[in-house]
């Protein structure tokens, strides 16, 4: 992996080219550019399915997006994608028409947890050279060195990371994993913070953060982290079943709503008080 000071790395730094997009947006929209305003769009939605581990949702807006450009007869493939985020509509759309970004985005979406940091290195060689998946691709190398204990390599990657990304609240998460396994709850709780103001739904980071407050002593603090964790728990696990699961047990007889929340948190607060463990995004 290449170290966070290489040139590679300063030419992604997005720091600028993730507020000018947005910037380009809001100009395209009030100029009544709907063509550029929909490319710039595109772009966020895609930023956004990756920041919350959706690349196959992420790879159904491409292709959906690809199938509904219209492009003038005979137009050329787009050029080289550069190593730099694009900051206009014309260099979105020559990003997103890159022929290889499908795949990337499928080798985001298929990496496996028991591959080593190195194959999934190697796996993951065009996704890190593209400006939309390189933040994801790093953070995915990030989870797998701290899962094999390498706290140096992941640090590395979460770095980087943000650096392409600096929006990637997950990315955040995982290093303020790092901060608290080195006992640091400080940097821990900012970053934790800092992934809440990008994305106040985030579960794992309102969980995490009831651990690192808990452990500075602010009880309070980390009761009402955990309610909310345990309350996203609850609304997210309500959205993945089906239709059919309820129907299933329309003839059951109902438990108060209340109830599943009193025990739903008293289970989950236990655990999480004894464990005093961080989860990885």
């Given at each position: 992996?290449?170290?966070?000071?290489?040139?590679?790395?300063?030419?992604?730094?997005?720091?600028?080219?993730?507020?000018?997009?947005?910037q380009a947006l809001l100009q395209a929209r009030a100029d009544g550019d709907m063509e550029g305003a929909a490319v710039l769009d595109?772009?966020?939605?895609?930023?956004?399915?990756?920041?919350s581990k959706?690349?196959?949702?992420?790879?159904?807006?491409?292709?959906?997006?690809?199938?509904?450009?219209?492009?003038?007869?005979?137009?050329?493939?787009?050029?080289?994608?550069?190593?730099?985020?694009p900051h206009t509509a014309a260099g979105?759309?020559?990003?997103?028409?890159?022929?290889?970004?499908?795949?990337?985005l499928?080798?985001?979406?298929?990496?496996?947890?028991?591959?080593?940091?190195?194959?999934?290195?190697?796996a993951l060689t065009g996704a890190l050279a593209h400006p939309l998946t390189r933040a994801e691709a790093l953070n995915l190398l990030g989870v797998l060195?701290?899962?094999?204990?390498?706290?140096?390599?992941?640090?590395?990657a979460f770095a980087q990371a943000l650096a392409a990304d600096p929006g990637h609240y997950r990315a955040l998460t995982n290093?303020?994993?790092?901060?608290?396994?080195?006992?640091?709850?400080?940097?821990?709780?900012?970053?934790?913070?800092?992934?809440?103001?990008?994305n106040p739904d985030h579960?794992?980071?309102?969980?995490n953060l009831a651990v690192v407050l808990r452990r500075q002593g602010k009880r309070g603090e980390a009761v009402r982290a955990l309610r909310r964790a345990q309350r996203l728990d609850y609304r997210q696990s309500g959205k993945r079943s089906s239709d059919q699961a309820r129907r299933e047990l329309a003839g059951l007889p109902r438990i108060p709503r209340a109830a599943w929340l009193a025990l739903g948190l008293l289970l989950f607060f236990g655990w999480l008080w004894f464990s005093g463990g961080v989860q990885p995004a």
């Open positions: 992996m290449t170290s966070p000071s290489s040139s590679a790395d300063l030419a992604l730094t997005p720091t600028l080219g993730g507020d000018l997009l947005e595109t772009w966020l939605e895609l930023r956004n399915l990756l920041r959706r690349p196959e949702q992420a790879l159904t807006a491409l292709e959906g997006w690809l199938t509904d450009l219209e492009l003038p007869e005979g137009a050329p493939p787009p050029a080289a994608v550069p190593q730099y985020l979105v759309q020559a990003v997103l028409r890159d022929p290889q970004l499908p795949a990337h499928r080798a985001l979406g298929t990496l496996k947890r028991w591959q080593t940091p190195a194959e999934a290195e190697a060195a701290a899962e094999t204990g390498d706290a140096g390599r992941a640090a590395q290093r303020a994993g790092l901060a608290a396994e080195r006992g640091d709850d400080a940097s821990a709780e900012a970053d934790l913070r800092r992934a809440l103001e990008l579960h794992a980071a309102h969980q």
